[in-house]
């Protein structure tokens, strides 16, 4: 399969990606792990790649608050970076360490991967524990979003036509512990349910799932996950039907807690 | 029609010239326009990694990056490996513990390999099986490919020492 005639561009600045952006139909092309291969089944059809994946949009920085995530960084970078080699931040890594596998973590990044917003890709369940927020840039604007304003639907985000992610930023909190659990489809890789949490010392918890709804959600935080889903609308499919996902969902909710409270422990 | 793109880049070792449409698949640049047909294409939706090469040295799905992608960058293909016509080691271990029977998944394994054995000189069964995950077998079963690799990751370790 081939992908139908496209014309490609090189920008060589973030400014002029953003322009390239706003003719209609462009595409941006960063790793192309989860764009080319709906191009080569036709499902998707831009006019022009907007190829940023040669831009400085990578890297993993800490500030005082921060966590600071380049758009262009990618899983492999993610999986051994040793600024997430901490409990609060270990969800990050341990996700992008069983993301497909080893050439798609060559090439894959984060910022391709939440815009495209498969609802069973890992890595969103993990930017909504950790309450991370996306840093959205068009030529002429910058808006910061939530991860839980971000994901709509089924590969429906709030991005804007012609607006890029450039940066994901995720809130230091310290003393806090994060883990990511997941069953997945053992042919495709991706989550049947994958489980993101982060748990913190005043008793706090967030947890996320992914791969059971039409996009990844945020549980209430007040409620007991199994109860939380329990109440949920929950996807069924040949490979997984309602309850039995509904179940695998509770599982990997459960595991991502514990392994998130221990981190916690050990770490006092 | 976008207009063809004129390009360079290095492929195992040499300096080549490519010119394709935009759409043009890394794999087809490869087999079609500089006859390296080692590259196989296996299932072509990113899933079987037999068109598994190295680009800038790193493992990557050649069905699933366009070829202006690698412009400027340097390309490894199984044809790249033998040098003066003395198997590389992790194909000489291939050929010795069994590592392939039909050959087909074998130039995607092989380079995968590389990429590993790049990282990690001595990795246990575990980390084998894990990087080779996207690299699927259909003949072996997978465990002469492990006792393959394994083997490579030795003699290559012992080739460092010397």
């Known amino acids: ?268 | 029609m976008p207009a063809a793109r004129r390009f360079e880049l290095i492929v195992n070792g040499e300096p080549r010239s490519l010119e394709v449409e935009p759409r043009t698949l890394l794999v087809q640049a490869l087999r079609d326009g500089l006859g390296l047909t080692g590259t196989h294409v296996g299932c072509d939706t990113s899933q079987c990694g037999a068109c598994t090469v190295l680009v800038d040295g790193r493992a990557m799905k050649s069905c699933t990056m366009l070829a202006v992608q690698a412009e400027d960058a340097d390309v490894t293909t199984i044809e790249g490996l033998a040098k003066d016509g003395v198997l590389h080691p992790i194909q000489r271990a291939f050929v010795e513990h069994h590592g392939l029977q039909c050959g087909f998944c074998t130039p995607g394994m092989i380079l995968t390999a590389s990429d590993l054995l790049t990282r990690e000189p001595d990795p246990d069964d575990a980390t084998i099986r894990r990087a080779i995950r996207g690299n699927f077998c259909r003949c072996t079963g997978y465990q002469s490919i492990v006792d393959s690799v394994r083997e490579a990751a030795t003699t290559l370790r012992e080739g460092n020492a010397a």
């Open chain 1, 1 to 268: 399969m081939i992908p139908a005639a496209v014309e490609h561009v090189r920008p060589s600045s973030l400014a002029e990606a953003l322009e390239a952006l706003a003719s209609p139909d462009a595409k941006a092309l960063a790793g192309g792990q989860s764009l080319l291969p709906v191009m080569k089944l036709r499902i998707v059809r831009p006019s022009v790649l907007v190829d940023i994946g040669r831009l400085e949009l990578s890297g993993v920085h800490m500030d005082e608050n921060d966590l600071r995530l380049g758009a262009l960084t990618t899983w492999d970078e993610l999986e051994s970076a040793p600024e997430l080699d901490r409990p609060p931040l270990a969800a990050i890594a341990e996700c992008a360490s069983v993301i497909g596998d080893l050439q798609v973590r060559n090439r894959g990044t984060l910022g391709g991967s939440l815009a495209h917003a498969d609802p069973a890709s890992d890595m969103p369940a993990v930017m909504l524990a950790l309450g991370a927020r996306l840093i959205l840039r068009t030529a002429g604007n910058e808006r910061s979003v939530s991860a839980e304003e971000f994901f709509l639907g089924p590969f429906t985000t709030a991005l804007a036509p012609g607006e890029l992610i450039t940066e994901v930023v995720v809130p230091r909190i310290d003393g806090s512990a994060s883990a990511y659990a997941k069953v997945e489809h053992p042919a495709s890789g991706f989550a049947l349910a994958g489980a993101a949490a982060r748990v913190s010392p005043d008793g706090k918890q967030r947890v996320a799932v992914t791969g059971v709804g039409a996009h990844p959600f945020l549980l209430p935080a007040d409620t007991d996950p199994l109860d939380a889903l329990a109440e949920a609308e929950v996807y069924g499919d040949r490979f997984a039907p309602v309850e039995y996902r509904r179940h695998v969902a509770g599982i990997v909710a459960t595991r991502a807690l514990e392994r998130a409270r221990r981190r916690m422990e050990e770490e006092r």
